[in-house]
Structures are given as C-alpha cells and as structure tokens.
C-alpha cells in the first residue's frame, strides 16, 4: 500500500522504481493512493493509467478526488479508481470498494473509506463499515485492505481498532507524513495510522515552501505548487494469510530517489 502520490514527482518514483520493487519483494498486489496526482490536487484519467501501466492495481482517493472534474466519469466507468465509500450513492459517481486479483489469482477487497473530523460531514465511516462487512459477510474473500484517508492519528486509530479482526488492515493516508505506530493488532488486521507521502521530500508535504509559506506567515490565500528536487517512496508491505484474512507482519518502506 502506497501513500498519497503527489504530483508529477510522485508519478515518475512510481513509474521509474516500483516495477522493480514488486520484482525484488515479490509483491502480488498494490494499492496506492492517488487523489493528489494531478499537478498536486485530484487525479486525471491519464495520470491514473499512468499508475495501473506501472504496477499499480487499485488507486483509493479522498476528499480531492473531486477536484478535477473529468475524472467523474471515468470514476463510474474504471473500478479500479476507488473514492470514499462513505459519501454515499446519492448523485455521487464511482464506487468506494471493489473485490480484484492479485497476481497470485488470491482475491481482494479494497474499502476505500474517509475520516470526519476536521474534513467533509459525510456518512459516518464506522457505521458504513459494519454495514458494508454484514452485506459482505459470505461473500467477500478474507484478504481486506482498507484505506482510511483521515486527518486526525485519534480518529485512524479508533478506526483501526473498531475493524480489528475483521478486515487485514486499516492504513491511513491524507496527512502525508508516515507514522512510527505500524503494527499488528490483537485480532490479526495490520494497521498503521499515516503511510506517508511520495513526494518531494524538501517541501511542506509535497508543496514547494515558496507557495505554503505565506498561508502561516501572514494569513494570505496562495496557490500551491508541487515541490521539486529528491523524492521520498512511501509505502507498507504487509503479509497476510489468504486464508483466514490474519495479518502476519507489516514492515514501513521508505526510499529516497533522486528526482
């Protein structure tokens, strides 16, 4: 699982390194997350293709997966793009979860699902959750993955410990700054409340200072622009039992390219 790519520095690490990574870690199945792809702010369906030619099999979104607007249809035609599940079905394209292949034939649920606090007044993820697992419960396979895009490690956290034992792993993403807490929880799902960014790593979360700096200096509206110079590779590795669903380890990756 793959943190919040940003920009075209984002999609060149992918493009360039993770091909090999799959190679070198055996790695049967990726999920990344790619609502910042485009010039930093929302995704484009050439940028997503871009992602699915490298390697990756499902991109989750967040709150900016609806900042460019022609990716709405594409969002209702393309079931690998995910958006969160709990915006709901009212006049809201695309899906927020979906059952795929991993390389090895095992199959797996992708949950994408967004926090509430600090962020958009939608359908409250742990209720949609249970909903989602109940009407799943004989029909889904055991490996889950779910990415929680959230702004609070508080409300991740929670997050992760309501779902324990009932999907392999909780990862959060949106805050672009990876956590030290991944682990395994009691009852076998894999959690970690940040996964961190792909980016520039000399900026303010992805975004040049230039342009992020004023907004806390002087309180004056800027327009962000994605940062420059060497990347950091964000992601997790997670093994999971295919199957009882258990996770057996999470390991952190992080690797920094030369732009």
């Known amino acids: 699982m793959i943190g919040d790519l940003i920009g075209k520095p984002g999609r060149l690490a992918a493009e360039r390194h993770l091909p090999q990574l799959r190679d070198e870690r055996a790695i049967d199945f990726v999920v990344a997350n790619g609502e910042n792809l485009a010039g930093g702010m929302g995704l484009t369906v050439s940028t997503a293709h871009a992602l699915f030619d490298c390697g990756v099999d499902v991109i989750t979104s967040g709150n900016h997966i609806w900042d460019k607007r022609e990716i709405y249809p594409e969002l209702e035609r393309e079931e690998r793009i995910l958006r ?19 390389m090895d034939g095992t199959e797996v649920v992708v949950v994408n699902a967004q926090g509430r606090t600090y962020m958009q007044p939608i359908e409250n993820p742990f209720t949609t959750l249970d909903r989602l697992l109940e009407d799943g419960a004989d029909e889904w396979p055991a490996v889950r993955l779910v990415d929680f895009h959230c702004e609070l490690t508080s409300e991740k956290t929670a997050f992760g410990v309501y779902l324990d034992g009932r999907v392999s792993a909780v990862c ?6 990876p956590t030290a807490d991944e682990r395994i929880m009691p009852h076998g799902t894999a959690f970690a409340c940040d996964i961190g960014m792909t980016g520039p790593v000399d900026s303010v979360i992805g975004f040049a200072p230039a342009t992020v700096l004023p907004r806390f200096i002087n309180g004056l509206p800027t327009r962000f622009e994605v940062g420059s110079g060497p990347v950091i590779f964000n992601a997790v590795q997670i093994d999971i039992d295919t199957t009882t669903g258990g996770a057996r380890t999470i390991q952190r990756i992080s690797r920094l390219f030369e732009a």
């Open 84 to 102: 969160p599940v709990n915006y709901g079905d009212l006049d809201v394209p695309g899906r927020g979860f979906g059952v795929f292949h991993a």
């Open 172 to 177: 959060g993403t949106h805050t672009h700054v």
